[in-house]
């Protein structure tokens, strides 16, 4: 059954560029936890001339910051949060790369042409069931047929919700509130096609894979040795389902099949 209706959390409260410092100026295990997610989903995409990207959930910019322009041409980041979006065009935007505010996650609001990607980077666990229906109501319109959807989402069959505790006790920022839909890798697809019927339909999974399994908190000791160590395992090679996110690259099947 779909969860009852939480109270709305506000993400308002979340400091302006907060995860971006992160990535930017954190310590070693956050810093990596953050470039890492991103490097990984970048992975799942053309290495040049890619066309269109579009992420969804965009918050202060920083995944699209470490886009070059040669992969992607145009480039678009959406967040419901009007000052994350003043914050990300202020650091990230350029005559490519631009910033905006959507309505809401199941309106995306005027975002042009089709893209021939897009990212949903720890955006789909936030959500309740009618808003990743709504969600995926809007990729209809927004992904090419044949383009690449890449999510990432924290994976609850790994020492992840024992992070997530750690975190909601410890940390600057609590998850226990905005977490509100919960996958893990041995049933995501089964999971996300309950709440939304027509996704074996509409996509192929091109690639299921974990990350963050150990290396992140070897940076503790070494941020480049751990980076190192991350960065020279390629996502095919990966079998293990108990990594701490779950990647998963989703291809839209053709219109008339």
């Not at 001339?49 to 969804?56: E, N, S």
């Not at 920083?62 to 990300?88: K, N, T, W």
């Not at 996704?199 to 299921?208: G, I, Q, R, S």
Request: overall charge negative; proline content about 8%; glycine content about 8%.
């Amino acid at each position: 059954m779909p969860p009852s209706k939480p109270p709305d959390f506000d993400y308002g409260r979340i400091p302006i560029g907060h995860y971006d410092r992160m990535l930017r100026q954190g310590n070693g295990v956050r810093r990596l936890w953050h470039s890492l997610k991103f490097e990984r989903a970048l992975d799942c995409l053309p290495e040049a001339d890619g066309g269109a990207l579009l992420d969804v959930g965009c918050f202060a910019g920083s995944f699209l910051s470490m886009v070059p322009r040669h992969r992607f041409e145009r480039q678009l980041g959406i967040d419901i949060l009007p000052e994350q979006i003043e914050y990300a065009n202020h650091h990230y935007g350029t005559p490519f790369r631009h910033f905006q505010t959507a309505p809401s996650i199941t309106d995306f609001g005027d975002i042009g042409a089709p893209f021939d990607a897009v990212t949903l980077i720890e955006v789909i666990e936030h959500l309740r069931h009618d808003e990743i229906v709504g969600l995926f109501e809007q990729l209809d319109r927004a992904l090419v047929p044949g383009g690449r959807l890449v999510v990432t989402t924290p994976n609850y069959a790994s020492t992840w919700p024992i992070l997530e505790a750690m975190l909601n006790r410890f940390g600057d920022v609590s998850y226990d509130e905005q977490h509100i839909t919960r996958f893990d890798w041995f049933s995501f697809e089964r999971r996300l096609a309950a709440i939304w019927p027509p996704l074996l339909h509409e996509y192929e999974v091109e690639l299921k894979t974990t990350t963050h399994l150990l290396s992140p908190f070897l940076a503790s000791l070494s941020y480049e040795i751990a980076r190192g160590m991350a960065r020279a395992i390629p996502h095919k090679s990966w079998g293990s389902p108990i990594g701490n996110l779950v990647l998963v690259v989703l291809r839209r099947r053709p219109k008339d099949r």
